[in-house]
């Protein structure tokens, strides 16, 4: 342990007693205190903690006895914290705080099956058409984990947000969170076959100009732009919007009807893509440096209720098999395009 200078004031003697009664002082003090706080009564601290009206009480008591202040005015009636006991609880709580996640993250470690709040967040694309249908096999799984799921298509703080895990699409560049890519992020520009066979397919990406496009915009305000890879450079555009939408699932009704074209993520495509509803073009250009990954806080050791969904959603979406269904469906239609623009 470090020497610690006495004050001036003080006698060796009288240091080492001022330090062992800091850090003797009750926890369960303070927990006691805090609970009240928060309650407004003992009695309803009491049933919060699980324990007697008395043993609350004198754990109050016995805390104010070490710091030697009132916290609390006691009447028969009511209960109300005094200016010392809320200057108190304004220092004690974030210690506190940081106290009972490092004791909950022990005991999930230690005991039992997951439990406890699993906060999360992912975009709007992915979260309705990956993540959400997972969600009732995980709730199934594991019961004693409480889910919340909010979609956000803006980059979200997990320390400040309060968030365990996030989903992100893209690229990376946060080296102070872990990333586990779960899939490649493939993007395929996609039309309708009625558009296809009234306006033919771009083949390169200055042909793009010439087409309608269906753009998004983030939720920065900025325009979503198309991007690609040429001769192993990237390279991103921004076309002209014959439509602008906010919203992923608003631009693929857009293609499906015809309307024109967008850059649209594999997992929302694959199906359309498969059963023909869509075409894509432009695949040899697609970027190939993107995924769709889950992101953490780094730690050493996770709860068992943050491992748990971890390595659920990562087999979960890995068995989707979005990639290599995008892979199938143009191998067996190699020609759909070029068919396409002969024909028109």
């Given at each position: ?8 004031w003080l ?179 996609c039309a ?79 199906e359309a ?72």
């Amino acid at each position: 342990m470090p020497n610690i200078p006495s004050p001036p004031w003080l006698s060796e003697s009288d240091h080492q007693d001022l330090l062992a009664s800091s850090l003797t002082a009750s926890y369960a003090g303070v927990i006691a205190f805090l609970t009240v706080a928060n309650e407004g009564s003992f009695s309803r601290a009491a049933d919060r903690l699980g324990i007697g009206r008395s043993a609350v009480s004198r754990s109050v008591q016995k805390l104010e006895g070490q710091i030697g202040t009132r916290l609390f005015c006691r009447t028969t009636r009511a209960t109300s914290i005094t200016r010392e006991g809320e200057l108190f609880y304004r220092n004690c709580r974030p210690g506190v705080d940081r106290i009972l996640q490092a004791l909950e993250e022990m005991r999930d470690l230690r005991d039992g099956p997951p439990r406890g709040r699993l906060k999360v967040s992912a975009p709007h694309g992915f979260g309705r058409k990956v993540v959400a249908p997972l969600m009732a096999e995980f709730r199934t799984r594991y019961p004693a984990v409480t889910l919340e799921l909010l979609l956000e298509d803006g980059m979200v703080d997990l320390a400040s947000d309060g968030f365990d895990v996030a989903f992100r699409d893209g690229r990376l560049d946060d080296s102070q969170i872990i990333a586990k890519q779960l899939i490649p992020m493939q993007l395929h520009v996609c039309a309708s076959p009625k558009y296809a066979r009234q306006h033919g397919l771009p083949h390169s990406i200055d042909e793009v100009a010439s087409h309608s496009c269906i753009n998004q915009r983030l939720a920065n305000g900025r325009l979503q732009s198309w991007d690609f890879k040429i001769d192993g450079q990237q390279r991103s555009i921004t076309p002209n919007g014959a439509i602008v939408v906010n919203d992923s699932s608003l631009a693929m009704r857009a293609v499906l009807d015809g309307q024109g074209l967008a850059q649209l993520p594999a997992y929302q495509a694959s199906e359309a893509l498969r059963d023909g509803t869509l075409v894509a073009c432009l695949a040899h250009l697609a970027p190939d440096d993107r995924g769709h990954y889950l992101c953490y806080l780094s730690r050493q050791q996770l709860p068992k209720r943050i491992r748990a969904f971890i390595d659920f959603v990562t087999t979960s979406i890995r068995a989707l098999d979005l990639c290599s269904i995008e892979l199938e469906v143009h191998r067996a239609k190699p020609t759909l395009a070029a068919s396409v623009a002969a024909l028109s």
